[in-house]
């Protein structure tokens, strides 16, 4: 690919500092940009609820890649800056500061931002490197904690919390936690796990709002009942940054719509990471897959895309997540299963013991599985699902 305009990448995170050095590892010697708004050059987010808010990750221990790096490599690394205009007829961009950049091709790699609700002012949220550093510096206080959401995020901070020895209430509005990934047997699993940590898990709370007191925050749920803390957290999910690609006039449902190849509906413009919205294999429609391994595996796609390497990108989602030293892994698409309950899985394992295996079947084809505590096992079944074996395949593999 010959051009002096370059190709610019919007969204210096995991996926757009992937695909800027897969663009370099590809041979690509042309002049490639990377602008994001945060100040920090490109991160790791997984450790922001883990490691780094524990304390045993410090920022130089979480960057995506080397600081000599991207000068090495010739990639122009612009932090700091945001993108607030796009002009696909042109190939422009205006940029924060009031600077205009010309594009040869463009990837959007835009991830989202934390979920924030109205009337829940008092709550912090936890997208960001500051937002994380600024939470740790609060929780090295040992404060009681309140934690407003038991998904993924809400679930590690409060393990993180409880280890740096603070008092956790988790308010969920669900009937159980993990509701968004994993069936409710399985939620059940991780809140006996919490509770047995000391957390004080409240299931089923419609919250009215979160808001600052003289000592703290209070919760109040639409019944009436009240929760104080120290500090508390909303950690509800993420919104994705499509504003940029609406005003240009891209397609987006949910996010960025994206085919195969990570093109959007615009010439010229690809998209990957938290941003895209996908083809759902199974169940029709569009999803979005908000995982570290998406956003490295599609940005690596779609750099090559972008050089006109045809690489078809078709995700196995895939998300891990540690909980007092407890390791949780799902892969594929368990709410695809027959059956989303107690009847339609095979279990191996012991699940009191926080030792199994569960699989996920569509027919007798496997579509899912989430391990605890085995690795090995979910690496293979990882490695098999994209094909959807059948059950006697996969039972006669482990
Ligand atoms: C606390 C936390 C814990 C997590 N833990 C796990 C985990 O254990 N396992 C897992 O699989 N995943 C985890 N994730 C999710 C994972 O981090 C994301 O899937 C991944 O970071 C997505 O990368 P991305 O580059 O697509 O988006 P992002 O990381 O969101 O990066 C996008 C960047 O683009 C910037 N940007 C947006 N708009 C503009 C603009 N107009 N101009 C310039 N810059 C712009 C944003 O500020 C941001 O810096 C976690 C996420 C969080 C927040």
Partial sequence: ???????????????????????????????????????????????????????????????????????????????????????????????????????????????????????????????????????????????????????????????????LGCEVTVLEMSGVPLARIAPPWLGGVYATLHRSNGVDLHLGVRLSEVTETADGVVATAEDGRSWSAEVAVAALGMVPETELAVRAGLAVQGGIVVDELCRTSAPGIFAAGDVTSQSHPLLGGRYRIEHYSNAMEQASAAARNLLGIETPYTPVPSSTSEQYGVQLAVCGWPAAADVFDERGHTLRGEPAELDFSALFWKGDRLVGAACVGRSEEFERLRGMIADQPSMDDVLASL
């Fill in 1 to 163: 690919m010959t051009s002096t305009e370059p190709i610019v990448i919007v969204g210096a995170g995991l996926a757009g500092a992937t695909a800027a050095q897969t663009l370099r590892a590809e041979g690509h010697d042309g002049p490639i940009v990377v602008i994001g708004d945060e100040p920090e050059r490109p991160y790791w987010r997984p450790p922001l609820s883990k490691g780094l808010l524990a304390g045993f990750a410090q920022p130089e221990h979480i960057a995506v890649a080397a600081e000599s790096s991207w000068a090495e490599r010739h990639i122009e690394l612009r932090t700091g800056i945001g993108v607030r205009e796009l002009d696909p007829g042109t190939r422009t961009l205006d940029l924060d500061d009031g600077s205009r950049l010309r594009y040869h091709r463009l990837l959007l790699a835009t991830g989202g931002r934390a979920r924030r609700v109205p009337g829940m002012d008092g709550a912090r949220t936890l997208r960001t490197q500051a937002e994380a550093l600024a939470l740790r510096e609060e929780l090295a206080g040992k404060p009681s904690l309140l934690v407003i959401g038991a998904g993924l995020i809400g679930l590690e901070v409060a393990a993180t919390a409880r280890s």
